[in-house]
């Protein structure tokens, strides 16, 4: 399957406002790196590399208007975010470029994500072996990062875990590293499906995670729900989550804006309460307790 890709080279100012508006366009994800080769020695963990001029590029799926797109960032952002390259990819292609870019990441104390293509150290520690491919959620984008970070710092042992619009499975895989007794990812996608049975496979917790359509998806009473999706959907389907939370069960949200926090509260105020709120850069998780 060929993908749509656009590249743009924009000062580092400018790169978290880029990143939030390609996101928001449809993006299935959006990498970076230096224009200029200044490399970053030793970074700090859990962080991106920020250059003084970088390129941005984001990938969409095949049938999108990429020029239209295009025409959006030039008209929404600073006339120093210019275009770069505008390409059609195969899947191959992509991914190569993308794992030559991506390197182990560190959530929290115990809680990490490698790529398949580095080894392993010998520890104790939760690691989730995650490549790019049919459905994204790798852990580099804040909102992933917030939930990770959540599940890291909760006991999570013996408890039963939805990961709804679970995309890669990141999410639900994490938990069951993290000793999560049953975890369901569930996403209208069935390439997610796919994606989060595949990554359950490579990271040997196919009898703790599985993966289901909405209307798959059988009886649950979650301790814990992760949504980390965007703010109408989490809105326009709060009915459907509270429906799979016990009483006094967890809800933890993310892919929030500052401007939508209260929108979402507002939605499931009839459902949950203990509303907390955590920001990471631009994002807010939201989290509460079921009634």
Known sequence: MPWKQATFNTPKEH???????????????????????????????????????????????????????????????????????????????????????????????????????????ETDDAIVRLDPGLAFGTGTHPTTALCLEWLDQTNLKN??????????????????????????????????????????????????????????????????IVANILSFPLITLAKNIESLCKVNGQLVMSGILEGQVNDVIEAYSPYFKNFISSQKEDWFRICAVKK
């Open 15 to 121: 790169v978290e406002p880029l990143e939030d508006h390609l996101l928001s366009m449809g993006a299935l994800s959006v990498t970076l790196m230096d224009a200029e080769d200044h490399p970053i020695l030793e970074p700090a963990l859990n962080t991106t590399p920020i250059w003084d001029n970088n390129l941005v590029t984001a990938l969409f799926e095949d049938n999108v208007d990429i020029d239209a797109i295009a025409i959006s960032v030039k008209a929404s952002m600073s006339e120093k975010v210019t275009i770069f390259n505008i390409e059609t990819v195969d899947d191959q292609e992509w991914e190569r470029a993308w794992m030559d870019n991506y390197h182990p990441m560190q959530f929290g104390e115990k809680l990490w994500i490698y790529p398949t293509n580095i080894e392993t150290p």
């Open 159 to 224: 408890k039963i875990v939805v990961d709804f619009g679970c995309g890669s499975g990141v999410l639900a895989i994490a938990a069951a590293l993290l000793g999560a007794k049953k975890c369901y990812g569930i996403d209208n996608d069935p390439q997610a499906i796919i994606a989060t049975d595949s990554n359950a496979n490579i990271n040997h917790v196919t009898d703790i995670v599985t993966a289901h359509l909405p209307e798959d998806t059988p009886a649950i009473e979650a301790d814990i």
